[in-house]
């Protein structure tokens, strides 16, 4: 009998259709597919702006479905360009929807940051994510800087030192989840 595989929710903090950031998630549910079911969260851009003082009980559907999706996956994959040395809004935003909740508590979670550079993105991700009590650890955390140099014309990724991380970052995450 065939070991279920674990489902990852996927959020990407791009919205761009051809996101480096896409490509880079599509590389990997190729390279997990014995072992990781991964999806993409679709719909951040439904998201409202984030409000503290709405209450859990006024919160919308979106909001409700968004947090829904994250509890409810064994595992969470973060995968965010950096916009103007920090995270993009809509991630953010997403993020502070969870903060009254305590669904990334011991979440097993990869967070990679693909960008041009990258770091600032990077180090604000992992400070948000460890607050919020994810589960991870250092080759779960991967910084892709210069992206697009690594990357064809069609989205596949050429650089066989980033195709290493990757397959690592895949291993890394099935003991974690185990």
Not at 2 to 14: N, P
Not at 58 to 75: H, P
Request: charged fraction near 20%; proline fraction near 3%; glycine fraction near 4%.
């Amino acid at each position: 009998m065939e070991a279920l595989k674990k489902k990852i929710i996927v959020i990407c903090g791009s919205t761009s259709e051809n996101s480096a950031n896409l490509y880079i998630i599509n590389a990997l549910a190729k390279l997990a597919q014995h072992s990781l079911q991964l999806s993409v969260y679709p719909n951040l851009t439904l998201l409202p702006y984030f409000n503290r003082d709405v209450k859990d009980t006024m919160i919308s559907k979106d909001v409700t479905d968004f947090r829904n999706a994250v509890a409810e996956a064994d595992g969470v994959l973060i995968c965010t360009p950096e916009y103007v040395f920090s995270l993009p809004g809509i991630l953010k935003n997403a993020i502070e929807w969870t903060v009254s909740t305590t669904i990334f508590l011991d979440k097993p979670t990869a967070l990679i940051t693909a960008a041009s550079s990258g770091e600032k993105a990077h180090e604000s991700l992992i400070l948000i994510m460890k607050t919020l009590g994810i589960k991870t650890g250092n080759d779960l955390c991967l910084l892709i800087s210069g992206v697009n140099s690594k990357l064809s014309a069609k989205g596949e990724i050429t650089d066989p030192e980033l195709l290493a991380k990757l397959n690592l970052l895949i291993v890394c995450f099935n003991k974690l989840l185990n």
